[in-house]
């Protein structure tokens, strides 16, 4: 098994610049949850995805960030415009329904550095 | 006040200490506790899940939860350079699960 499968590890940007980034959960897992995380604030969950639905999005900071799971094996967080304040690790992890948080697979991340 | 409170570090020990970490929490509704260790460029991995107050081992871990004082811990014993890391207290509720409250994460050094 590879994991969740996160992609660029590496992202820099100028701000104003649309940022893409891609997770690709483990197979099976239906449960899907996008977390930012800095020195100042630590972890935070921006958005968790149940059956490629999103549940709750109540973590995600502003209109400036969208989060998309087309299908059961890929999800998308999209930051448009992008700002120096966004410049952090997002982490994605997936666990199987019932398993939540806890139980849930991190990938190792796309470090963000917004110029 | 902060929802989860965790001393940043860095702890900078020798190998074969006896290692303590510790998070205090506020909401006394809070149920479950884990600790997440996080190795440079990785994301966090479940170490250890306890439910309410008590002890749980497993192998040189030790989580220990004192819900009156609202405070948890984790003990490393015989601790090894491997075991370098940051370490990342998390705590939720029964009824939401999916949303855990973290710690900021100690920074351990294990020396060989």
């Known amino acids: 098994d590879a994991g969740v499968i996160q992609s660029p590890r590496h992202e820099v940007t100028e701000m104003g610049q649309e940022v893409t980034l891609r997770c690709k959960p483990i197979?099976?897992?239906?449960?899907l949850f996008w977390y930012r995380q800095t020195m100042m604030r630590g972890l935070e969950l921006l958005i968790y995805f149940n059956n490629n639905v999103p549940i709750d999005d109540s973590g995600m900071p502003e209109d400036r960030f969208s989060a998309k799971m087309p299908n059961a094996s890929f999800s998308t967080l999209k930051i448009q415009p992008s700002e120096p304040r966004d410049s952090a690790v997002y982490f994605c992890a997936s666990s199987l329904t019932g398993q939540g948080s806890a139980g849930a697979t991190f990938g190792s991340g796309t470090r963000l550095t917004v110029v | 006040q902060k929802e989860v409170e965790q001393d940043p570090g860095p702890l900078s020990v020798p190998e074969g200490a006896i290692v303590s970490l510790n998070c205090t929490y506020s909401n006394s509704a809070f149920q479950y506790f884990m600790w997440y260790r996080q190795y440079s460029r990785k994301g966090p991995e479940l170490l250890m899940y306890t439910y309410s107050s008590g002890n749980k081992e497993d192998g040189r871990f030790t989580a220990q939860v004192d819900k009156s004082s609202k405070y948890i811990s984790l003990f490393i014993r015989d601790s090894q350079p491997s075991d370098s890391a940051t370490y990342l207290c998390?705590?939720?509720?029964?009824?939401?699960?999916?949303?855990?409250?973290w710690g900021l994460g100690t920074s351990l050094a294990v020396n060989p």
């Open positions: 998390a705590i939720t509720n029964a009824g939401n699960n999916r949303k855990l409250i």
């Open positions: 197979s099976g897992h239906n449960s």
